[in-house]
């Protein structure tokens, strides 16, 4: 398979590599990703993360298992075990499903291998067009707030919503960003803050319950998030923590948008019910880890709810940001989120 290379997945030498993200940012630590169960076990672990960027690197695995003589039930075998990693982002279940149909042709090798590249290719694009849809809604001088992680380390380009952030502040129109921490795993206050550094964008890092009284001071234009699965009726599971940010802008009349490929709505799931929530390691929230190691706080036989992802219901959301357009309330009141994606 042909080189590869984004802000955290590597092809060399027919070598997948991963750039660690549980490490960051205190350490970019490339590992290399030789077999499905150390994918699964960096996916569980968060070290590769992000709705697209875990779709993209299951493909990329399969390519490569194929060019290496990997036996077709036994793909197969690998594809269902890659979907069961993680639950909740509709990204690795299209990804797979596309995976699985070029599996089923005579040469399955050379049609996975060009699959997965082509997978990586339209995520790039979608990224550029999803950006250049939501610059348009940044208006100048924007102090805009940002949760969890959505930019060129979650997608092979250059994000979703941090995509968005990324464009308007090229145009002039970012004056800051507010960047939620994002309790538990902090992709916010290692990742964001990280990916914003580098791309030379003003930010000051908040912790999550800080929004709040920074919206009502007025202190917020907008709020910009990604999605992990829109559900067919517009409400939208993203990180925990998504939701409460939705109601607290709408209290504050402030606009909130979620930004996402349109491959992210799933027709199949009726409403935010019906999303599958992962619910995550007790240990993430006594405490925290990472490159730094780790520290517990709270008592390790403490009873923990720890879910990885909310729901956002339609009601709460100003506008659906995709690579097609923007889907408005109005059409998703109306019962045509699909259709406005034509
Ligand atoms: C463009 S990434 C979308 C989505 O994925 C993140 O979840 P995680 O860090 O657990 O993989 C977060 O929900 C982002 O909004």
């Not at 793909?75 to 279940?93: F, G, W």
């Not at 291998?113 to 610059?135: K, T």
């Not at 994002?182 to 791309?199: D, F, I, M, S, V």
């Not at 599971?237 to 948008?257: E, R």
Request: charge should be negative; charged fraction near 20%; glycine fraction near 8%.
């Amino acid at each position: 398979m042909q080189s590869l290379t984004t802000t955290s997945l590597r092809i060399r030498e027919n070598q997948l590599w991963i750039l660690d993200q549980q490490a960051l940012p205190q350490q970019s630590d490339w590992r290399e990703c030789r077999d499905v169960s150390e994918l699964v076990d960096h996916i569980r672990t968060l070290r590769v993360r992000g709705a697209p960027l875990i779709g993209l690197s299951a493909s990329l695995l399969l390519a490569l298992l194929a060019e290496r003589g990997m036996a077709q039930d036994e793909l197969h075998q690998a594809l269902e075990t890659l979907r069961a990693s993680r639950p909740t982002a509709v990204n690795l279940m299209n990804n797979l499903d596309r995976m699985k149909a070029a599996l089923q042709q005579s040469d399955y090798v050379k049609a996975l291998a060009e699959e997965a590249l082509r997978l990586v290719d339209e995520d790039r694009a979608l990224c550029e067009s999803i950006a250049a849809h939501g610059a348009k809604l940044v208006t100048p001088g924007s102090r805009l707030l940002t949760h969890c992680n959505t930019g060129g380390l979650a997608t092979a380009g250059v994000g979703t919503a941090i995509g968005v952030i990324r464009r308007a502040h090229e145009q002039g129109n970012v004056e800051q960003v507010w960047v939620d921490e994002t309790r538990p795993l902090l992709q916010g206050g290692r990742l964001t803050a990280w990916e914003l550094g580098e791309l030379s964008i003003p930010y000051q890092l908040i912790c999550d319950s800080m929004a709040a009284s920074l919206m009502a001071q007025k202190r917020v234009d907008a709020v910009w998030v990604g999605a992990d699965r829109i559900a067919a009726n517009g409400d939208v599971a993203n990180k925990i923590g998504t939701y409460s940010l939705a109601v607290l802008a709408k209290y504050h009349g402030i606009p909130f948008y979620v930004a996402a490929p349109h491959t992210t709505h799933d027709p199949q799931c009726p409403n935010g019910a019906a999303i599958p929530i992962e619910q995550r390691d007790a240990r993430e929230v006594t405490g925290v880890s990472g490159s730094f190691g780790s520290v517990q706080w709270a008592p390790l036989d403490a009873q923990v709810y720890n879910p990885a992802f909310d729901v956002t219901p339609a009601e709460l959301i100003s506008g659906w940001v995709l690579d097609v357009g923007v889907v408005t309330p109005d059409q998703v009141r109306e019962g045509i989120f699909r259709q406005a994606l034509q």
